[in-house]
Structures are given as C-alpha cells and as structure tokens.
C-alpha cells in the first residue's frame, strides 16, 4: 500500500496536537445543533497563579478542594472545556468537540440561548485583565483555524460578551484585533465591542 497522507489535524473530536484528557463533565449536543460558536476564557487556580496543574485538575473533578483558601469559593464546581491553553502555548482538550462541554453557564448569544449547545469553549492560562502570552496567541488562532476547518464556525466571543455583567472573562487585556486582522476577509465575526472598528 502507498504510505497514506494524512494531514486532517482531527481524530473525530479530538485534536492530534492537543494533549487529551478526557472529562466526565460532557454530555451530548441537543439534535442538530450549529456549532458555529467558539467561546475565549480565561482562568488560573489559584487565581494568578500559573502552571501548577490545577486547572487540569478542575476539569476532571480531581482538584484538592481543601489545598488552597480560594477553592471553597468553587468547592464541588463541575465544570469542563473543549480546551486550555497553558502560558507556554501548549494546548490540552478535555472534552470532544462533538460533545456538549460545560463552560458557558447561563448565556446568550446571536440570538440564542444556553451557549454550551453550541459553541467550543477554550480556556486561556491567565488572570482577567492581565496580559498573555505570544505562544498563546499563537496556539490560539491555529486552533480556531483547525476548528473552522472542522465545524460551520461564524462568530469567536468571549464568555464576557455571552453573559454580559455576569462574566469578564478573558479580560480587558485580551488583543481582539488580533483574532479580527488573523479571521479578516473568512465572514467569522470576532467579539461584539470591536465590530465597529472593523
Ligand atoms: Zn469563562
């Protein structure tokens, strides 16, 4: 047989290049859901502090609730993300893409309600309102550009802008032009705030 040239970065859901961790915190998409939503966040546990495993340990319900003060705000939280993005760039999945992953809460967005139904949510290493790094930015956008290979992706928002007031995540510090210049000219509208400016 020839040698067989693969190149689609996916296997089903799940990306080759991510480092997979399945969460039990999933479940099944409604029928037919459009999955044309990818949702930025940010998040760091202990808050701020970067690189310690713990948000991988948020995911898959094995975080030590009593090792730090802050985790009895979120004791017991069951919560997941298609994807995290660590301050070094490297990217974990959690949960298929093909799957409902819980990280939008209570939300609204192009008209629609319950974000989780559809849209990918990917998690960025970081504290709102402070910056990220290049390597995220990086792995960021060849994410978003494999997933809209992948699925009908039309609009990238933060969780900010799906629950307005509730959420400020991923934070005044997040570079929404970047993602606006890299998707410009693709018909994938990038977060409400800077859509007059494009
Ligand atoms: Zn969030």
């Not at 047989?1 to 996916?10: A, I, K």
């Not at 859901?13 to 999955?35: F, K, M």
């Not at 930015?137 to 802008?161: F, K, M, Q, S």
Request: net charge neutral.
């Amino acid at each position: 047989m020839p040698p067989r040239h693969d190149v689609s970065p996916w296997r089903g859901g799940w990306l080759r290049w991510a480092r997979h961790c399945p969460s039990p915190n999933c479940n099944t998409r409604p029928a037919h859901a459009c999955v044309d939503l990818i949702v930025v966040h940010s998040i760091s546990l202990p808050p701020g502090e970067y690189g310690g495993g713990a948000v991988q340990d948020l995911f898959l319900n094995r975080l030590g609730w009593d090792a730090h003060p802050y985790y009895q705000q979120i004791r017991g939280l069951q919560v997941s993300s298609h994807f995290f993005i660590e301050r070094s760039g490297r990217a974990w999945q959690f949960v298929s893409v093909h799957e409902r992953a819980w990280h939008a809460g209570v939300s609204h967005y192009r008209g629609r309600d319950g974000c989780n139904d559809d849209s990918v949510g990917i998690e960025l290493e970081g504290l709102e309102d402070d910056h990220f790094e290049a390597a995220q930015y990086a792995t960021l956008l060849r994410l978003c550009d494999a997933l809209a290979r992948r699925l009908p992706i039309r609009h990238i928002a933060g969780h900010e802008h799906i629950a307005p007031h509730r959420k400020h995540d991923p934070g005044s510090a997040f570079d929404w032009h970047r993602l606006a210049r890299h998707f410009a000219g693709t018909g994938i509208m990038i977060a409400p705030t800077i859509q007059h400016h494009t």
